[in-house]
């Protein structure tokens, strides 16, 4: 599926230290949580994506991303999460991987409903006044942002609304005005 959305750049996979300093803005894909912040504290990307936060870059998490830029897992002991957002999260909220669904959701600042495609998702389920929920379910928060971090339990990718995305290089946008050191 191919989208074109407004602007330039360029989309650069990051699987070892040293890429992440020349980054505009950082995403974090879905997967298995366990696995990517085993990698991220294996290679110090982790490292150098708390850094990059810390000074102003714009991170989009989505799914499993999304639990690995929490403060805060459900019963988790397998890994720390990177305590970006200051967001509590339970994994595989929605159930196994077999109760996969889609669901139009209302977003804050959409001026329709979003189809979100949850695979084994994540939901938040305690977040600090520093947060804002863009989007829930029942009780449950499934997009939220806080400053240049936005977190989304669903697969943006997956479909052929391109709003997340273009929230997202709007974010980047912003930065760019606003003028930070690069």
């Known amino acids: 599926m191919e989208r ?3 602007g330039e750049g360029s989309v650069v996979e990051v699987r070892r230290g040293g890429i992440v300093p020349g980054c505009d803005g950082i995403v974090l894909p879905g997967g298995e949580s366990t696995t990517i912040s085993r990698h991220l504290a294996r290679t ?3 490292d150098e994506v708390r850094g990059a936060s810390e000074s102003g870059v714009p991170i989009m998490a989505t799914c499993a991303g999304l639990i690995v830029i929490s403060r805060e897992i459900v019963e988790e002991t397998r890994f720390h999460p990177l305590g970006l957002m200051d967001v509590r999260v ?3 909220a929605f159930g196994s991987q077999r109760e996969s ?3 139009d959701i209302d977003v804050s600042g959409f001026g329709s409903p979003y189809r979100a495609v949850f695979i084994r998702a994540p939901a938040v389920v305690g977040w600090s006044r520093k947060v804002e929920v863009l989007a829930r379910i029942e009780d449950a928060a499934v997009a939220v942002r806080q400053n240049g971090l936005l977190g989304l339990a669903f697969h943006p990718e ?3 609304d391109g709003r997340f ?3 997202f ?3 980047i ?3 760019d005005i606003d003028g930070r050191d690069r």
């Open 158 to 160: 997956l479909t052929a």
């Open 90 to 92: 339970a994994r595989n």
């Open 173 to 175: 946008r912003e930065v």
């Open 44 to 46: 110090g990307v982790g």
């Open 101 to 103: 669904f889609e669901v």
């Open 165 to 167: 995305h273009e929230m």
């Open 169 to 171: 290089l709007d974010m």
């Open 4 to 6: 074109v959305l407004g």
